[in-house]
């Protein structure tokens, strides 16, 4: 099942693992990594904070889509985190500075991420996996759940 920030979050999630879907936005790409897991990892509740209207937001709307994504982040099993080679990603950043060190917290940054040696530093001080393509992080992603 996959939720976004128009879905009301569940209360009681014990029946099932939840993976959230954090990192860079690639909705403009066809074939995107976050259709990738939510398609083999489907069985299990997914957070995506994929909102396609995020630049036209306006203040309301724009604070219930960040503390949807806060309260996701929190319910979340695991939390996939996918820095993009050619992306920004500043929100991403903060979401790994919150998580590096919680341990449901699984790193994609491939060396072109251009703060990528940042990124790569703070995951080794706080042990926290990761890995320079998704292939390597799936892995790790079915063996956590």
């Known amino acids: 099942m996959i939720l976004t ?15 959230f879907l954090a990192g860079s936005m690639d909705h403009k790409q ?25 630049d036209h937001l306006n203040t309301e709307e724009m604070k219930r889509h960040i503390e949807w994504e806060l309260d996701a982040l929190q319910l979340s099993d695991m939390i996939l985190l ?7 990603s500043p929100i991403s950043l903060v979401e790994l500075g919150l998580y590096v060190n919680s341990k449901k917290l699984i790193v994609i940054c491939p060396k072109e991420f251009y703060k990528s ?8 001080k706080y042990n926290t996996p990761i890995f320079n393509n998704i292939k390597e992080a799936k892995t790790l992603l079915k063996n956590s759940l």
């Open 82 to 88: 996918n820095f993009l080679p050619n992306a920004l």
């Open 5 to 19: 920030s128009n879905d009301i979050l569940p209360i009681n999630k014990r029946n099932q693992r939840s993976i």
């Open 117 to 124: 040696s940042y990124v790569h530093t703070l995951c080794e």
């Open 30 to 54: 066809e074939g995107s990594w976050r259709d990738e897991i939510s398609t083999e990892f489907g069985m299990y509740s997914i957070f995506d904070p994929t909102n396609n209207n995020h």
